[in-house]
C-alpha cells in the first residue's frame, strides 16, 4: 500500500488506516478477543501500518487488545492513541447516555500516557491526540505537557480530535501538531470550510474518522435497518428511520458513479477522501475480514478530476438530514 506523511516532522504511515473502536467498543456486542487480534494482524499482512485507539475505547480493553495484536510488529507500524476524559467509573465517559466528564490537565496527561503505554505493550506513544478539547484547561498547557513528554521520549507526535481552527493555530504555536482526527466524509463537508485551508497552511495532516459514514456510505443501511443494542447508533440523530429514508437519494446517486467504476459505494467514498489531499489518511473500521479487504481495496482505486467533480455534481443538489451526533456529544465539539 502507498504511504503518506501527517505533518512535517516525517510521520509515515499508510494510506488508509485501521479504526479499532468498534471492535469492541460502541457497536453493541464486541467480538472475540482472538477474532479481533487475527482482524488487525489481517490489516498489518495487507499493507496497514496506521492503527487507532484510545484509553476511553472499552475503557481501557480496546488498547489492551491493539497492544496484543500488534506486539509482533514493533517498529513496523504506527499507533495512535487519546486522553483527554476523566473515567471515573462514577461518571459517564461515553456521551451517549449523559455528557462524558473531560479531564486534560497536564497531570492527568502524564498519568494517561503512563497507562497507555503499558496496555499497549510499547516504550513510546507514536501519535498521541487529545481526545476533545477541554474549555477548563488552555490549549496552551495541554500542548505544553505533551512537549515536554516527547522531549522525555514517551511520546513523538502531537494530535487533536474534532479542533476548531482558533485552537489548532493555539496548539500549533506551542508544540508542531502532526495531525487532527475529526469527522469527515461524502455526508458531513463541514470541515472544508475552516479546517481543511488551515490544516494546509500549517502542514497539519488530517485523518478523517468514520470516513464511512458510521456505515451508511457502505449502502448496507436503510430506513429498515434496526441497531443492535449497546450501538451508538441508535441515538445519532442522522441514523434514525426518517434522516435515513432522506437521506437514500444520497446512496442511490453513488450506487450508480460505483458501479460505471467497477467499485463498491464504500470504495468510491474512500476514494473520494483520498483523491482530495495527499496528507489526508482516512480510518474506516470493520469487525469483518471481507469488509476490511473492501475497504483497502479503495486504495488502489484512482478518481480523475472529472470523476470527482462527477460525484460533487451528483450528490450537490441532496441536502442531507440530521445532526451527526445527540446533544450529549455535539457540545464536546470545538468552535
Given at each position: 500500500?502507498?504511504?503518506?506523511?501527517?505533518?512535517?516532522?516525517?510521520?509515515?504511515?499508510?494510506?488508509?488506516?485501521?479504526?479499532?473502536?468498534?471492535?469492541?467498543?460502541?457497536?453493541?456486542?464486541?467480538?472475540?478477543?482472538?477474532?479481533?487480534?487475527?482482524?488487525?494482524?489481517?490489516?498489518?499482512?495487507?499493507?496497514?501500518?496506521?492503527?487507532?485507539?484510545?484509553?476511553?475505547?472499552?475503557?481501557?480493553?480496546?488498547?489492551?487488545?491493539?497492544?496484543?495484536?500488534?506486539?509482533?510488529?514493533?517498529?513496523?507500524?504506527?499507533?495512535?492513541?487519546?486522553?483527554?476524559?476523566?473515567?471515573?467509573?462514577?461518571?459517564?465517559?461515553?456521551?451517549?447516555?449523559?455528557?462524558?466528564?473531560?479531564?486534560?490537565?497536564?497531570?492527568h496527561i502524564r498519568e494517561v500516557?503512563?497507562?497507555?503505554?503499558?496496555?499497549?505493550?510499547?516504550?513510546?506513544?507514536?501519535?498521541?491526540?487529545?481526545?476533545?478539547?477541554?474549555?477548563?484547561?488552555?490549549?496552551?498547557?495541554?500542548?505544553?505537557?505533551?512537549?515536554?513528554?516527547?522531549?522525555?521520549?514517551?511520546?513523538?507526535?502531537?494530535?487533536?480530535?474534532?479542533?476548531?481552527?482558533?485552537?489548532?493555530?493555539?496548539?500549533?504555536?506551542?508544540?508542531?501538531?502532526?495531525?487532527?482526527?475529526?469527522?469527515?466524509?461524502?455526508?458531513?463537508?463541514?470541515?472544508?470550510?475552516?479546517?481543511?485551508?488551515?490544516?494546509?497552511?500549517?502542514?497539519?495532516?488530517?485523518?478523517?474518522?468514520?470516513?464511512?459514514?458510521?456505515?451508511?456510505?457502505?449502502?448496507?443501511?436503510?430506513?429498515?435497518?434496526?441497531?443492535?443494542?449497546?450501538?451508538?447508533?441508535?441515538?445519532?440523530?442522522?441514523?434514525?428511520?426518517?434522516?435515513?429514508?432522506?437521506?437514500?437519494?444520497?446512496?442511490?446517486?453513488?450506487?450508480?458513479?460505483?458501479?460505471?467504476?467497477?467499485?463498491?459505494?464504500?470504495?468510491?467514498?474512500?476514494?473520494?477522501?483520498?483523491?482530495?489531499?495527499?496528507?489526508?489518511?482516512?480510518?474506516?473500521?470493520?469487525?469483518?475480514?471481507?469488509?476490511?479487504?473492501?475497504?483497502?481495496?479503495?486504495?488502489?482505486?484512482?478518481?480523475?478530476?472529472?470523476?470527482?467533480?462527477?460525484?460533487?455534481?451528483?450528490?450537490?443538489?441532496?441536502?442531507?438530514?440530521?445532526?451527526?451526533y445527540p446533544d450529549t456529544a455535539?457540545?464536546?465539539?470545538?468552535?
Amino acid at each position: 500500500m502507498q504511504k503518506r506523511k501527517l505533518g512535517k516532522n516525517g510521520l509515515e504511515v499508510s494510506a488508509l488506516g485501521l479504526g479499532c473502536m468498534g471492535l469492541n467498543f460502541g457497536y453493541g456486542q464486541a467480538v472475540a478477543k482472538d477474532d479481533g487480534i487475527a482482524l488487525i494482524r489481517a490489516a498489518v499482512e495487507r499493507g496497514v501500518t496506521f492503527f487507532d485507539t484510545a484509553e476511553v475505547y472499552g475503557p481501557y480493553i480496546n488498547e489492551e487488545l491493539v497492544g496484543e495484536a500488534l506486539a509482533p510488529f514493533r517498529g513496523e507500524v504506527v499507533i495512535a492513541t487519546k486522553f483527554g476524559f476523566d473515567l471515573d467509573p462514577a461518571k459517564d465517559p461515553r456521551g451517549m447516555k449523559g455528557a462524558p466528564a473531560l479531564d486534560s490537565r497536564p497531570a492527568h496527561i502524564r498519568e494517561v500516557v503512563e497507562a497507555s503505554l503499558k496496555r499497549l505493550k510499547i516504550d513510546v506513544i507514536d501519535l498521541l491526540y487529545q481526545h476533545r478539547v477541554d474549555p477548563n484547561v488552555p490549549i496552551e498547557d495541554v500542548a505544553g505537557a505533551v512537549k515536554d513528554l516527547i522531549r522525555e521520549g514517551k511520546v513523538k507526535h502531537f494530535g487533536l480530535s474534532e479542533a476548531g481552527a482558533k485552537t489548532i493555530r493555539r496548539a500549533h504555536a506551542v508544540q508542531p501538531v502532526a495531525a487532527l482526527q475529526s469527522e469527515y466524509s461524502l455526508w458531513w463537508r463541514e470541515p472544508e470550510d475552516e479546517i481543511i485551508p488551515t490544516l494546509e497552511e500549517l502542514g497539519i495532516g488530517f485523518v478523517p474518522f468514520s470516513p464511512l459514514g458510521k456505515g451508511f456510505l457502505t449502502g448496507a443501511i436503510n430506513q429498515d435497518t434496526k441497531f443492535a443494542s449497546g450501538d451508538f447508533r441508535g441515538v445519532v440523530p442522522r441514523l434514525a428511520p426518517d434522516a435515513l429514508k432522506a437521506n437514500m437519494p444520497l446512496i442511490d446517486t453513488l450506487e450508480t458513479i460505483a458501479a460505471a467504476k467497477g467499485a463498491t459505494v464504500a470504495q468510491l467514498a474512500l476514494a473520494w477522501l483520498l483523491a482530495q489531499k495527499p496528507w489526508i489518511v482516512p480510518i474506516p473500521g470493520t469487525t469483518k475480514l471481507h469488509r476490511l479487504e473492501e475497504n483497502l481495496g479503495a486504495a488502489t482505486i484512482t478518481l480523475s478530476p472529472d470523476e470527482v467533480g462527477e460525484i460533487e455534481h451528483g450528490i450537490s443538489a441532496i441536502a442531507v438530514q440530521g445532526a451527526r451526533y445527540p446533544d450529549t456529544a455535539q457540545r464536546l465539539i470545538d468552535r
